[in-house]
């Protein structure tokens, strides 16, 4: 694991493009697993910026979200499509039909997350997965005691993630959809290359827990520590108590 410390969120928004650019530049039409959340939109602002400059283009490559609400309309402002378009596709060159999220409005809501695991394989599987992390250890919708050889699924999310995702609904709680579908832990660790985003006080524990803890499903995203590439971006407060 290797655990970069930088000065802010616009240097891990450089760090972070530059391990895309890589695998772009070795691989055109890699396969980008994408993330949503407030951490990888440094990301993609920078990706966005390089497109528009013409140093990077992702004309070619293909990209999977890692998790989905199940039960907001098509097209709503805080489903995770919407804003990974918002965030992600209309700010660089990829073709919006060549990135895929889970289905979360078939009527078979059991039968999405094996369809998505088939549609990941069909692709030749993800190069490079970027991530965030919640502040209790979970990564995409794997909260803790979610099983680490987990694949992508229907779950139900608890009330503390459905609290700390308020805030993207007015505040209200009640808003938040209670279910999902997300890539397992297992899914992402089958990801060649993972690039974890952690920034501010308020994950230092949880990056404690990834680069000095026991791996558990306690703390899902310690399974990370099974993975041979990992790329762990910080700032200097969720560094801070390594
Ligand atoms: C959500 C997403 C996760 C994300 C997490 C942390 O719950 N499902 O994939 O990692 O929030 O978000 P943030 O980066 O805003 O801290």
């Given at each position: 694991m290797e655990v970069v410390i930088l000065?802010?969120?616009?240097?891990?928004?450089?760090?972070?493009?530059?391990?895309?650019?890589?695998?772009?530049?070795?691989?055109?039409?890699?396969?980008?697993g994408l993330a949503t959340g407030s951490s990888p939109v440094h990301v993609y602002r920078e990706l966005g910026a390089r497109?528009?400059?013409?140093?990077?283009?992702?004309?070619?490559?293909?990209?999977?979200?890692?998790?989905?609400?199940?039960?907001?309309?098509?097209?709503?402002?805080?489903?995770?499509?919407?804003?990974?378009?918002?965030?992600?596709?209309?700010?660089?060159?990829?073709?919006?039909?060549?990135?895929?999220?889970?289905?979360?409005?078939?009527?078979?809501?059991?039968?999405?997350?094996?369809?998505?695991?088939?549609?990941?394989?069909?692709?030749?599987?993800?190069?490079?997965?970027?991530?965030?992390?919640?502040?209790?250890?979970?990564?995409?919708?794997?909260?803790?005691?979610?099983?680490?050889a987990s694949r992508t699924r229907l779950k139900s999310l608890t009330l503390r993630t459905r609290q700390d995702n308020a805030r993207f609904f007015d505040g209200d709680v009640e808003a938040v959809p209670q279910h999902c579908l997300t890539m397992g832990v297992g899914t992402i660790l089958a990801g060649r290359h993972l690039v974890l985003i952690a920034m501010g006080e308020a994950k230092a524990q949880v990056v404690r827990e990834l680069v000095e803890g026991q791996v558990s499903a306690r703390w899902p995203v310690t399974a990370l520590q099974l993975h041979q590439h990992v790329t762990v971006l910080l700032d200097g407060a969720a560094a801070s108590r390594l």
């Open positions: 000065d802010d969120a616009e240097q891990v928004g450089r760090v972070g493009a530059d391990v895309i650019a890589e695998h772009v530049a070795a691989k055109p039409a890699a396969v980008l497109v528009q400059r013409g140093e990077l283009s992702l004309a070619q490559c293909r990209g999977f979200l890692l998790d989905e609400y199940v039960g907001l309309p098509a097209g709503h402002p805080e489903s995770y499509r919407t804003v990974i378009d918002r965030e992600f596709v209309d700010a660089v060159d990829i073709d919006p039909a060549n990135v895929h999220g889970p289905d979360g409005h078939g009527d078979d809501l059991k039968a999405a997350g094996p369809a998505y695991e088939q549609l990941i394989a069909d692709a030749g599987g993800i190069d490079v997965q970027l991530l965030g992390v919640g502040t209790e250890g979970h990564i995409a919708f794997n909260e803790p005691g979610s099983s680490l």
